[in-house]
Structure formats: structure tokens, C-alpha cells
């Protein structure tokens, strides 16, 4: 929704186009012409934040060259607040069968218009779940362990800060991202608790994830204090924090996906959430019949689903001995002989 337009224009604008595309001209129904046609709700920031949203696009265009499942989507206007028009829309198309919402913010409406429609699949991606309701039972959440995770990029910084000063910078100050911010003061803290944190967060709204100047401006502000590594979960606005590591000379620890490609030489590593492959799985569950909803789904470590990057592009900035030290750590965490846990975070 970048131009502007309402959101049921666009989403008739999307599905005149992936229509045409597909040529799917015969037949109704979440299976039309034997294929799944699927609804995607982009996260503020929507797509191309070569981060949380793009990851759940790319797992679409995934199964839709292995199994030829169609799908559709659109992006809320601003800081999201069409987000309940949007699922609704997508929910009300007889030719959808599964509806995905990409983002904690879809949890309370997605809850919502899925008690409303039970013979249509929903997922939440990041889903919070709410006080004395129940998830319907054709609804899906989906989380990583971003905690443990985060843990491990702490653990990293830990390992390698000259400056004995780190950083982290969040998004929407929120549940979810609190755990990414105390998964990596513990990580940062097993490894030296001397070691100072500077913590910030770029707003209280959903548009704090789309908002690449104020990441950049906390940033620079924590180099200047002495930080040489930043690890930031802001969606969107990590690009700004990505630039200021640039210009600072200095390291950046991303999330979601492997973002070395923005700054190469200074993305120290990334902290991945495969939202591709959960988007995947989910969609393989559902064409093979094991789709299961009333309840939670975690994707964790143990599977890699959740992890950190380290492959030949940053291999030259981190030492074996600090790779080996933190694949220690990753299967101590795996094991349950280091116990990191999801449901705490720091105030």
C-alpha cells in the first residue's frame, strides 16, 4: 500500500493481476484448479524490508514453484491500522483457503476473523496470544525462539567487543522484542557480565518497524557512546542501523534474515527466524492433510529454524575458535544444559 490507494482497491488491483498471471479462470474454492490459493498481510513496513516480511513472501513463491499454489497479498497503509480490513477481505474471497498474517500486531484481529469464518485456514506469524481466549481451531500461530537466539548474537558480541560496550536497538518497544533484547543481555553476560548494554527502541506504534532514519539516529548515537557492535531486531528501520555501522565503521548483529548483503564487511552476523520455511512447512501441512490450529507452533533451535549466519562471507570476521565456542553454546541451549527462558524479559 505504498501508493496509497484503500485497501480493497489494492487488493483488487493484486487480484486482477495474480489472476491474469495464473491464468485460474475455472472453478471455486481454496482449491481452485486443484491448487491452494493462499492470502498474505504484509507486517508494517511490507515488502521489500529485506527482512521479516520479505522472508514470508519468499516462502510463498517457494511453494508456489514446488507445489503450484497460487497466492495474493497486500500491505496495511501507515502503521497498520487497515490490518482487520485486510484479513477481512482476504477471509471473505471464496477462492482463499489459507489466510497468513505476518506479525505479532495481526494476533487479537486474525483471532478474531478466524472464529468468524471456521471453514477457511488462518495462520499468525510472531502470534501473541491473548488472556482467557482460545485460539480457533483453524488457526495456527507460529514463533521462533527468538529468545534463544538472541541469546547466542549476545554471546557473539560478548566474544568479540574491544570496546567492552554493546548495543541493542528494537522496533516497537513490545513483548516480542523485549525477549530479543533480554535473550541478548544474558548472551552478552555469560560471556563477560562486565560487559556494558545500551538498549533503545525506536517507538511505542507498528510504524516504529518502518522508520530507517530514527534506527539510524539511535545507532549512530550508541557508536558514539562507545558501542562497536549494535544487534538490532527493527524490521524495516534495521536498514538505518545497518547504515550507521557503515559509516561508524563498526559491526551490526541483524534479524530475520541474512542481511550481510547491506553492508558487507560490517553485518557481523544475523539472527534468522526461517519464516520462508515455517510459511513452507505450514503450507505443506495443509496440502497433505496434518494442518493442526488451535494452538501454537515453535519453530526453534533445535531444527535451525531458528539460528545465526555463519557461513563463507563472514567467516573472515569471525574466528573459528569464537564459531566453535558458540556452537558449544547453540547445543548446550539445545540440550537444556543452558536454559534460556522464552517467557522472561527485561522491564
Known amino acids: 500500500m505504498k501508493h496509497g ?6 487488493f483488487l488491483f493484486i487480484l486482477v493481476g495474480c489472476s491474469s498471471q495464473n491464468e485460474n479462470k475455472s472453478g471455486r474454492g481454496p482449491l481452485r484448479d486443484g491448487k491452494l490459493q493462499i492470502g498474505l498481510v504484509f507486517d508494517v513496513g511490507g515488502r521489500g524490508d529485506k527482512s521479516f516480511n520479505d522472508s514470508a513472501y519468499n516462502g510463498l513463491e517457494i511453494a508456489k514453484k514446488k507445489y503450484g499454489t497460487n497466492f495474493l497479498f497486500v500491505e496495511p497503509q501507515g502503521e497498520g491500522a487497515d490490518r482487520e480490513a485486510a484479513l477481512r477481505q482476504m477471509a471473505t474471497d ?12 495481526f494476533s487479537e484481529d486474525i483471532t478474531k476473523i478466524a472464529a468468524e469464518f471456521p471453514d477457511k485456514k488462518f495462520v499468525c506469524i510472531d502470534y501473541i496470544s491473548q488472556p482467557n481466549v482460545l485460539i480457533p481451531q483453524n488457526l495456527q500461530g507460529i514463533v521462533f525462539e527468538e529468545q534463544k537466539g538472541s541469546y547466542l548474537a549476545g554471546a557473539l558480541a560478548g566474544m568479540m567487543t574491544k570496546t567492552k560496550t554493546v548495543g541493542f536497538i528494537g522496533g516497537m518497544e513490545s513483548s516480542v522484542i523485549k525477549k530479543f533484547e533480554t535473550g541478548f543481555n544474558k548472551g552478552v553476560r555469560s560471556v563477560n557480565p562486565d560487559i556494558r548494554v545500551i538498549s533503545g527502541y525506536i517507538g511505542m506504534t507498528g510504524s516504529a518497524f ?122 548446550k541451549i539445545v540440550s537444556g544444559e543452558i536454559v534460556v527462558d522464552e517467557t522472561a524479559v527485561v522491564q
Open 5 to 10: 490507494l484503500p485497501v480493497f482497491l489494492f
Open 94 to 105: 471464496p477462492d482463499i483457503g489459507l489466510v497468513i498474517g505476518v506479525g505479532l500486531l
Open 210 to 331: 518502518a522508520n530507517p532514519a530514527k534506527g539510524k539516529e539511535l545507532a549512530l548515537g550508541q557508536y558514539a557512546k562507545g558501542a562497536d557492535i549494535i544487534y538490532q531486531a527493527a524490521g524495516a528501520s534495521g536498514l538505518g542501523v545497518i547504515e550507521a555501522a557503515r559509516e561508524s565503521k563498526a559491526f551490526v548483529i541483524c534479524t530475520d534474515r541474512d542481511q550481510e548483503s547491506e553492508a558487507p564487511g560490517f553485518v557481523l552476523s544475523s539472527m534468522t527466524k526461517a519464516v520462508d520455511r515455517a510459511v513452507l512447512k505450514t503450507v505443506e501441512n495443509l496440502l497433505n492433510g496434518s494442518f493442526k490450529g488451535g494452538g501454537v507452533s515453535v519453530f526453534g533451535l533445535a531444527d535451525r529454524y531458528t539460528d545465526y549466519v555463519y557461513n563463507a562471507k563472514n567467516a573472515s570476521l569471525i574466528s573459528k575458535k569464537n564459531h566453535d565456542q558458540l556452537e558449544d553454546i547453540r547445543n
